[in-house]
């Protein structure tokens, strides 16, 4: 593995993590029984999340740039696998990257610091629609390392196959 794959698997591994934390939440809000106490448990945890030190927001904001930099990194050998592997790996993190932007950003402000027109109701959705965005994402995660994963698969197969192709050929020669 090199520093690119490091690079990409890192970052991703760590938001996996991360998503992991906040699936104790999301299963309950999605899938339980959405109670009161599922709702303020919620609320609670994404307030805290959200009122983070700016050093917490910035760690994992240079994560998702170091993930970025990383396969982009890896598509510039522009080899038939770096386009299909890092090419699809690229895609499902900027579909990742854009539900963060889109849902889950605009989500935690409804949540934190409703605006005068938003109800309780809307919070409550606004968590349902959180945790859902949370579980995309962890779908696109998942998708890289099993892209990344099947990359390096391929490779190995590949220098199987050549070493095994040389070695008749030196066979042949002889």
């Known amino acids: 593995m090199g520093f690119r794959q490091a690079a990409v698997l890192g970052p991703v591994c760590f938001f996996l993590g991360v998503l992991f934390i906040c699936f104790n939440i999301d299963y309950r809000v999605l899938w339980g029984g959405l ?25 994992l904001h240079g994560m998702i740039g170091v993930a970025l930099v990383g396969l982009l990194a890896k598509l510039h050998v522009w080899d038939d696998s770096a386009m299909f592997f890092d090419g699809s790996s690229l895609a499902a993190a900027l ?72 070695a008749e050929k030196k066979e042949k020669v002889e």
């Open 35 to 59: 109670t009161e106490d599922t709702i303020e448990d919620g609320f609670q945890f994404y307030t805290t999340f959200f009122n983070a030190p700016p050093a917490i927001k910035a760690l």
């Open 95 to 166: 579909a990742g990257l854009s539900v963060y932007l889109t849902i889950i950003v605009p989500m935690l402000r409804t949540i934190v610091t409703p605006a005068d027109v938003d109800t309780k109701t809307d919070q409550i959705e606004a968590l349902r629609i959180l945790s859902a965005g949370n579980v995309i994402i962890i779908g696109c995660l998942g998708l890289i390392l099993l892209l990344q994963a099947g990359q390096d698969y391929a490779r190995r197969i590949d220098a199987k196959e050549r070493a095994k192709l040389a």
